[in-house]
């Protein structure tokens, strides 16, 4: 249980187009997802809280204009990546947590991540 | 700011020996401790948790220690196998915060 998906898992692009991922929770449902990115040999950074049925919040320094996130549904949340650029290359990964699962704790649970090159 | 993060960055160990990988953190407000594992090009699995109330907490072939005194976090791998071999990450958060901080990573390395 307590599987989460990402589409795609890599994903090459030209600068000046915008790229969307899927964030899916497979078998559980989840209000709130996390969007996370990560840097070659650096840790995770948290970029944006998305809530089901409302506006996503950003962390400071994240553009919300640029990163847009969507959670129309209980299972899957998407973050669409607008007039990418070269800079914006990176490994993007999202998480739930299942608070419907007994026992449930606080943990998050990981998509596999997505692989952004933007040329 | 509140920071989490860890003493070494990479660690070699031989196949077979324990491996212990310590986490430093700097929030005292934190009540809530993961350890991941990440494999190269994957997202991070869950391996082991702990809340503040315990100092110890042990799963397969993992122990997770937690000294609030000096708000330090180790995790302790047995019998390492090469399958073990990833970066693993402590995170943390408190009580009534969803969001996780993550340390900065340690590069663990089982030699045959």
């Known amino acids: 249980g307590a599987v989460v998906s990402q589409h795609p898992s890599r994903v090459i692009c030209k600068s000046g187009t915008s790229v969307k991922i899927e964030c899916r929770s497979l078998?559980?449902?989840?209000?709130?997802m996390f969007w996370y990115r990560q840097f070659p040999k650096k840790s995770l950074m948290l970029m944006a809280t998305?809530?089901?049925?409302?506006?996503?919040?950003?962390e400071q320094g994240v553009e919300k204009d640029k990163f847009l996130i969507n959670h129309a549904s209980l299972t899957l949340s998407t973050l669409t990546v607008t007039s990418a650029h070269p800079e914006d290359s990176s490994f993007y990964i999202c998480?739930?947590?299942?608070?419907?699962?007994?026992?449930?704790?606080?943990?998050?649970?990981f998509g596999p991540g997505t692989r952004l090159t933007v040329l | 700011g509140e920071s989490v993060g860890l003493h070494l960055p990479t660690l070699s160990v031989q196949e077979g020996d324990n491996s212990i990988i310590n986490c430093a953190y700097s929030n005292s407000a934190s009540d809530y401790f993961i350890w991941y594992k990440q494999e190269s090009g994957k997202g991070p699995q869950f391996i082991i948790d702990?809340?503040?109330?315990?100092d110890k907490r042990q799963g397969q072939r993992v122990t997770v220690l937690l000294n609030k005194t000096v708000k330090h976090l180790s995790l302790q791998i047995a019998a390492t196998q090469p399958g073990d071999s990833a970066v693993y990450f402590c995170?943390?958060?408190?009580?009534?915060?969803?969001?996780?901080?993550f340390g900065t990573g340690t590069r663990l390395t089982i030699i045959p």
């Open positions: 702990i809340r503040s109330n315990m």
């Open positions: 995170a943390e958060n408190n009580f009534g915060n969803e969001k996780l901080t």
């Open positions: 078998d559980f449902q989840a209000t709130t």
């Open positions: 998480s739930a947590r299942d608070w419907g699962r007994q026992g449930a704790g606080d943990e998050q649970f």
């Open positions: 998305s809530n089901e049925g409302s506006k996503a919040t950003y």
